[in-house]
């Protein structure tokens, strides 16, 4: 029997597991979204490509499994955004696209594009399909390539030609590897003799903290780092802009490692005797490993599963090839801390949520101050529940809100927001996502409204899939977080081109036919959010805020002449 080549790229990607396909159907694609009709895989169509990226990076961080996005010719320079953005997350997406016709490559063919050459800095394995008889041989090596060692997004450029081709349905399945289902990618174990050196210093150190980046989630080693704390007393930060991998709620969770978002990582850094960075990299954010973020008289190790993640880490005083879980094991096995360093680290803590809620300004009337937009959307969430973050000032002011609510008790099922690159419009589908995967969680999504814009469509997808997401937009009127940034840098202290009209986004939803707000008082907002939880529908609540620099802004712009905290 005989098949199409895009049904048996669907027939391979079932055999390695995967549950879920994105698109924005295109002739192209026809034969793979035939395939994976006839495989059972649910294919849900997006209103652009760059919203099917999304949706796949998504499903694929919530479930660490990788989903597909699967475009057109045209549709990848749509999906561009969306690959960049997994990038910055390493987030093992699979992006296949269609492509000019093989048999012409590199005469002009319909639509030809250069989409190997384009994506082979924002994927790990780029590759065009050569012949439609190793379809399944190429499948296997992209998911390989892209779980193993540093995960990372793959593409797999699928010629018209192959894809409507006919081959034998068992093509090559008589060769190596004859089994092509998905196994567990290889873990690094550590050099005995490398770990017992690293453990020495951690052993003498008074007062160490640890550090923990997207690493650790894609392992599957959240719950062992959380373990290993509390039996060692050691407390945990959190590489920002990364997968979170402890509650905010739990008691040696501390906050985000970086001084301007969680003011006591500061400290902590600056009196602790050893950082151990698991699963992170010395990038910008880390300053690269040096002082002042990092004192020359503390010692910093870094671990990291994968030789890749070591090559970035040069910096480092101590480096250590390991799987993360393997090392927390290795690790439990020193001896307890004194329980003081860890209370002193929770006591700053306490004092820093006290000095957060009382620095709130005093506004005139009901003007909203972003972060008490924040802390009353979560004032109205419930353990278990989802919350996902979009923007720039609203990311910022609404992870110090996170923090807080944490602190106060509330545990969230798990947080999503924008990776390292910052990329605007993902609240939204990795909201439809979170509620796909966890039906019977509540999700919440806390958008600026230039986020929401940037990705404003992707809202056509929850209500196609009918998908109850309740959207609060931080509506200031305008790219605040840029406004105040040219406020400080231009001349004449003004800003310029960073304006919206004034926009119903309520009304939007109320015209697709979900629940839509307006909320322009602070001690609405809660209720407001209740509401549009309990319509059971695709819900929008518009808040009216009044735009304030959040710390990070302010530190970034502190001088004209420096943007950038680099």
Same mark, same amino acid.
């Given at each position: 029997?005989?098949?199409?080549?895009?049904?048996?790229? !669907?027939? !391979?990607?079932?055999?390695?597991?995967?549950?879920?396909?994105?698109?924005? %159907?295109?002739?192209?694609?026809?034969?793979?979204?035939?395939?994976?009709?006839?495989?059972?895989?649910?294919?849900?169509?997006?209103?652009?490509?760059?919203?099917?990226?999304?949706?796949?990076?998504?499903?694929?961080?919530?479930?660490?499994?990788?989903?597909?996005?699967?475009?057109?010719?045209?549709?990848?320079?749509?999906?561009?955004?969306?690959?960049?953005?997994?990038?910055?997350?390493?987030?093992? /997406?699979?992006?296949?696209?269609?492509?000019?016709?093989?048999?012409?490559?590199?005469?002009?063919?319909?639509?030809?594009?250069?989409?190997? +050459?384009?994506?082979?800095? *924002?994927?790990?394995?780029?590759?065009?399909?050569?012949?439609?008889?190793?379809?399944?041989?190429?499948?296997?090596?992209?998911?390989?390539?892209?779980?193993?060692?540093?995960?990372?997004?793959?593409?797999?450029?699928?010629?018209?030609?192959?894809?409507?081709?006919?081959?034998?349905?068992?093509?090559?399945?008589?060769?190596?590897?004859?089994?092509?289902?998905?196994?567990?990618?290889?873990?690094?174990?550590?050099?005995? &003799?490398?770990?017992?050196?690293?453990?020495?210093?951690?052993?003498?150190?008074?007062?160490?903290?640890?550090? =923990?980046?997207?690493?650790?989630?894609?392992?599957?080693?959240?719950?062992? *780092?959380?373990?290993?704390?509390?039996?060692?007393?050691?407390?945990?930060?959190?590489?920002?802009?990364?997968?979170?991998?402890?509650?905010?709620?739990?008691?040696?969770?501390?906050?985000?490692?970086?001084?301007?978002?969680?003011?006591?990582?500061? $400290?902590?850094?600056?009196?602790?005797?050893?950082?151990?960075?698991?699963?992170?990299?010395? &990038?910008?954010?880390?300053?690269?490993?040096?002082?002042?973020?990092?004192?020359?008289?503390?010692?910093?190790?870094?671990?990291?599963?994968?030789?890749?993640?070591?090559?970035?880490?040069?910096?480092?005083?101590?480096?250590?090839?390991?799987?993360?879980?393997?090392?927390?094991?290795?690790?439990?096995?020193?001896?307890?801390?004194?329980?003081?360093?860890?209370?002193?680290?929770?006591?700053?803590?306490?004092?820093?949520?006290?000095?957060?809620?009382?620095?709130?300004?005093?506004?005139?009337?009901?003007?909203?101050?972003?972060?008490?937009?924040?802390?009353?959307?979560?004032?109205?969430?419930?353990?278990?529940?989802?919350?996902?973050?979009?923007?720039?000032?609203?990311?910022?002011?609404?992870?110090? !809100?996170?923090?807080?609510?944490?602190?106060?008790?509330?545990?969230?099922?798990?947080?999503?927001?924008?990776?390292?690159?910052?990329?605007?419009?993902?609240?939204?589908?990795?909201?439809? /996502?979170?509620?796909?995967?966890?039906?019977?969680?509540?999700?919440?999504?806390?958008?600026?409204?230039?986020?929401? *814009?940037?990705?404003?469509? %992707?809202?056509?997808?929850?209500?196609?899939?009918?998908?109850?997401?309740?959207?609060?937009?931080?509506?200031?009127? =305008?790219?605040?977080?840029?406004?105040? $940034?040219?406020?400080?840098?231009?001349?004449?202290?003004?800003?310029?081109?960073? &304006?919206?009209?004034?926009?119903?986004?309520?009304?939007?939803?109320?015209?697709?036919?979900?629940?839509?707000?307006?909320?322009?008082?602070?001690?609405?907002?809660?209720?407001?959010?209740?509401?549009?939880?309990?319509?059971?529908?695709?819900?929008?609540?518009?808040?009216?805020?009044?735009?304030?620099?959040?710390?990070?802004?302010?530190?970034?712009? +502190?001088?004209?002449?420096? !943007?950038?905290?680099?």
């Amino acid at each position: 029997m005989k098949m199409r080549g895009g049904q048996l790229l !669907a027939r !391979a990607l079932r055999d390695k597991g995967v549950t879920r396909v994105f698109t924005l %159907s295109g002739g192209f694609c026809n034969p793979a979204l035939e395939g994976f009709m006839q495989c059972d895989i649910p294919v849900i169509n997006a209103p652009h490509e760059q919203v099917a990226g999304h949706l796949a990076d998504g499903h694929t961080r919530i479930t660490r499994n990788p989903a597909v996005c699967l475009v057109g010719p045209e549709g990848f320079a749509g999906a561009v955004p969306a690959m960049m953005e997994a990038w910055g997350e390493r987030s093992p /997406v699979i992006f296949v696209t269609g492509s000019s016709t093989l048999k012409r490559q590199g005469s002009g063919g319909f639509k030809e594009i250069d989409d190997v +050459s384009i994506a082979a800095p *924002l994927t790990k394995y780029s590759v065009s399909i050569t012949d439609g008889e190793r379809i399944s041989e190429f499948v296997d090596r992209a998911w390989k390539i892209a779980l193993s060692g540093y995960p990372g997004a793959v593409h797999l450029s699928m010629p018209v030609d192959i894809m409507f081709s006919s081959y034998e349905e068992d093509a090559m399945r008589d060769e190596r590897p004859f089994e092509r289902g998905a196994q567990p990618p290889p873990r690094a174990w550590p050099c005995p &003799d490398d770990l017992a050196q690293v453990l020495a210093v951690i052993g003498q150190a008074q007062r160490p903290i640890i550090i =923990g980046g997207h690493g650790v989630w894609w392992s599957g080693a959240e719950r062992s *780092l959380e373990a290993c704390a509390r039996q060692l007393n050691i407390p945990v930060f959190n590489v920002p802009y990364h997968q979170k991998l402890l509650s905010e709620a739990s008691d040696v969770y501390m906050g985000l490692a970086d001084v301007h978002q969680y003011h006591p990582s500061k $400290q902590a850094i600056e009196q602790s005797d050893a950082v151990i960075m698991v699963g992170a990299r010395l &990038d910008n954010q880390m300053n690269f490993g040096n002082p002042p973020l990092f004192p020359a008289s503390t010692r910093l190790i870094c671990v990291n599963g994968s030789h890749e993640e070591l090559e970035l880490n040069r910096a480092a005083d101590q480096v250590l090839l390991s799987d993360p879980g393997a090392f927390f094991k290795a690790l439990g096995s020193l001896e307890p801390l004194a329980a003081d360093w860890l209370e002193t680290n929770r006591a700053w803590r306490a004092q820093w949520v006290e000095d957060m809620i009382a620095d709130i300004p005093e506004l005139d009337g009901d003007r909203i101050h972003p972060l008490q937009l924040a802390l009353e959307a979560q004032a109205a969430m419930s353990d278990g529940d989802w919350l996902v973050i979009d923007g720039g000032n609203t990311h910022f002011w609404s992870e110090i !809100a996170v923090n807080i609510a944490g602190w106060r008790g509330l545990e969230l099922g798990n947080i999503l927001h924008p990776g390292t690159f910052s990329m605007l419009g993902v609240g939204v589908p990795f909201a439809s /996502v979170a509620k796909l995967n966890n039906p019977d969680s509540r999700v919440v999504v806390i958008s600026g409204d230039g986020a929401f *814009l940037s990705g404003g469509s %992707s809202i056509e997808a929850a209500f196609q899939e009918e998908l109850p997401i309740v959207v609060v937009v931080d509506n200031n009127g =305008g790219l605040d977080c840029i406004s105040q $940034q040219q406020e400080r840098l231009f001349s004449n202290q003004q800003h310029f081109a960073t &304006d919206f009209r004034d926009i119903p986004f309520h009304a939007m939803f109320e015209g697709l036919g979900g629940y839509g707000e307006l909320v322009e008082k602070r001690a609405d907002i809660a209720p407001a959010v209740k509401r549009a939880i309990a319509s059971g529908k695709t819900a929008c609540v518009n808040v009216k805020t009044v735009g304030h620099i959040s710390p990070i802004v302010l530190a970034t712009t +502190s001088k004209r002449d420096k !943007a950038s905290i680099e």
